[in-house]
């Protein structure tokens, strides 16, 4: 099970940071992402961390501005944004992969509004 927490309304310019608290499998093997959607549009990947050696992907959109980290101990993974932007609204989704196997949380809001 994943539960993202922590989205909600921010101006521009602003910061919000997501976490995402995982259950009921071993979270140090399994790579960790977050990915958002907007409606009618596909769900696109935002920031991905491997399970081992802290490597981590970022979409073009957000690099420089935002942070994912994890930490194995507390089975939780996060996304630190900064400089929020109105376009960065969307649904924030946590997930959890290794191999063929995928888990999903239940999303965030994130809204960027004056």
């Known amino acids: 099970q994943l539960v993202e927490s922590g989205g909600g309304l921010v101006q521009p310019g602003g910061s919000l940071r997501l976490s995402c608290a995982a259950s009921g499998f071993t979270f140090s093997n399994y790579a960790m992402s977050w990915y958002r959607q907007t409606p009618g549009k596909g769900r696109e990947l935002v920031a991905r961390?491997?399970?081992?050696?802290?490597?981590?992907t970022y979409a073009d959109s957000v690099k420089g501005r935002f942070t994912i980290s994890r930490d194995n101990a507390k089975n939780t993974v996060y996304l630190q944004m900064n400089s929020l932007k109105p376009e960065d609204t969307a649904v924030y989704y946590c997930?959890?992969?290794?191999?063929?196997?995928?888990?999903w949380g239940q999303g965030t809001q994130v809204t960027v509004s004056s």
């Open positions: 961390i491997r399970n081992t050696g802290g490597i981590t």
């Open positions: 997930n959890a992969k290794r191999i063929t196997i995928d888990y």
